[in-house]
Each structure stands twice: as C-alpha cells, then as structure tokens.
C-alpha cells in the first residue's frame, strides 16, 4: 500500500517527461487505482462513521475517483503512440493530486480522535484490503487487452523447405502445417503487482 507521500512522490515521477509519462504509466495507474479502491472500501466509510458531517466530503472524493479512473482508461486506450495520450495521463495525475489534498484536509481529521485500538483495526483491515486490491489488478491486468503492450508477432524462420513446383501448400489450419505464424494474438505477460507494493501505514493528515 502507498501512503499519501509516496503516491505523490511517485505521481511527480510520473509526469516530469513525456519519457517518464510512459515508462511509468503501468506502476502510475495501477497504484492510483488500487489506492482509490482500498480507500472507498476502508478510509471512506470510517470518515464517514466518524463524522457524518464530512459525507457531502466523502461523496466529492468517490466522485473524483471516478474522473480520475475516467482518465486512465481514455490514456490506455489510446497507448502512448495514441494522439491525447499525454494529454489523459497529466489530467489523471493533476486530478490525483487535487484528490490527495482533499483528503488531507477535509476528510483525514475526522480520524485523529480514533482510539488506538480503533485505530490498529483500521490499519490492519487497510492492508488487507490492499492485499486483496492488488491481487484483483494483477487479474485484471493479465486478461485486459492493450493493443501497444501486445507482444511483437513471432518472424517467419531465415529459411523455408524448398517444395516442387506442383506441391499445394496444406490448409493453414492442418496441424502439420506450420504457417503462417501466429500474430500478437496472445494476451501480454502482466507483471506482479502484489510484489512491487508493499502495505504501509495509513495515510496520516500529518
């Protein structure tokens, strides 16, 4: 799980180049939704608990999740060749951090009354839910399709058999006949998204 600081601290890493902005775009986006989702399964329904005055506050930071996830899906659409790409990736990083100040003051003081043993349940059931969050975007990722992420198509061999002049090729789906090469068909390899994370504190109004 990434605190506050370091989400941001990876967000500014994120947007300083257009080199960055797409080198970065898998750790960017899946730490952004996996602190959205943890966030609306455990941080938000505490704030609200613990002061239900702050809901209408709760009701703007969901919201601004949702845009934020808007933009991520339009950048990965589009892929970093994709016109407006850039254009996604900085909106979704700039609404981040808007998101981030909002919770700093409008929604974490609502917390700091909590006892200490409300507040170790809390802790342990956000790294948890963190765990749980990861592993759903690791599966996610292993069967969602992006086209600029699709493996490069295998090439055809240096060489091929020399066949006679009246040699008809078999049908390309005869299991002896090994052409013509299989495309970027495949899904891509995801990488593991549990293990580049690792649970931390919660994110402290500090």
Request: hydrophobic fraction near 35%; proline fraction near 12%.
């Amino acid at each position: 799980m990434l605190d506050n600081r370091n989400l941001r601290e990876l967000i500014r890493r994120w947007r300083a180049t257009p080199q960055s902005t797409i080198a970065l775009f898998d750790e960017a986006d899946d730490a952004i939704r996996a602190t959205i989702a943890t966030k609306e399964r455990v941080l938000y329904p505490a704030v609200r608990d613990a002061d239900g005055h702050r809901s209408g506050y709760v009701d703007d930071a969901i919201a601004q999740g949702r845009r934020i996830e808007g933009f991520l899906d339009a950048a990965e659409r589009l892929g970093p060749e994709g016109p407006g790409f850039h254009d996604e990736a900085q909106d979704a990083a700039s609404a981040m951090d808007g998101l981030l100040v909002h919770e700093q003051r409008d929604l974490l003081p609502a917390l700091e009354h909590l006892s200490p043993d409300d507040r170790d349940r809390l802790e342990r059931e956000y790294g948890n839910t963190w765990v749980d969050v990861s592993a759903e975007i690791t599966a996610a990722r292993a069967t969602r399709r992006r086209p600029h992420l699709r493996p490069t198509p295998r090439l055809l061999p240096a060489s091929r058999p020399t066949r006679h002049p009246r040699h008809r090729p078999l049908p390309a789906r005869h299991p002896a006949h090994p052409w013509p090469p299989t495309t970027g068909d495949q899904p891509p390899t995801a990488p593991i998204f549990a293990g580049k994370l690792a649970p931390g504190p919660l994110p402290s109004a500090a």
